[in-house]
């Protein structure tokens, strides 16, 4: 006897019910809620860490600057309290030496009053410049200010001029 290949079933025809009249939506909406409260959440955190990174560099980039800045200050006022005005000459930057030779500089600031003492600020990064309060040998105060630029070669901050 043989057997017939099985037949499947035909598809329910038209007006066939199914068992429920929609799928199922309870707790969709909480799902994608989540989902999307989630996914915020994540946006944030990433978005709040860079900009956090962000501060947290360019608060480092100052922080260096200042400390070139004023390294190069106390470099040129230390050179100049102790009368080694050749090293002092050499901390200038080169517009300044273009406009002053090293024995007329040396010749200028032997004549100034000298600057025992001194208090550096912060570098202000518009302008090129730290203010200096500054305590002569007589005990008098002033207030001036510092005028740098950065060696085209090295990068590094040089003193330009010392004044009021």
Known sequence: MTTAPHVPVPPPGP????????????????????????????????????????????TSVQGALDEQAQSAVDDYLTALKDGRYDAAYGELCSKAKLNETAADFR????AEQRIDRWTLGSLDTINL?????????NGQQGDLEA???QNESTGQFEVCE???
């Open 107 to 110: 010749t200028r600031v032997a």
């Open 15 to 58: 007006g066939v019910q199914p068992p429920f009249p929609a799928p199922p939506v309870e707790g969709k909406g909480r799902r994608i809620g989540w989902g999307l409260g989630i996914g915020a959440g994540v946006i944030v955190l990433i978005c709040g860490g860079g900009l956090a990174a962000l501060i947290g560099l360019g």
């Open 162 to 164: 010392l004044g009021e």
């Open 147 to 149: 005028g740098l630029d």
């Open 129 to 137: 410049t730290v203010p200096v309060t500054a305590t002569y040998a």
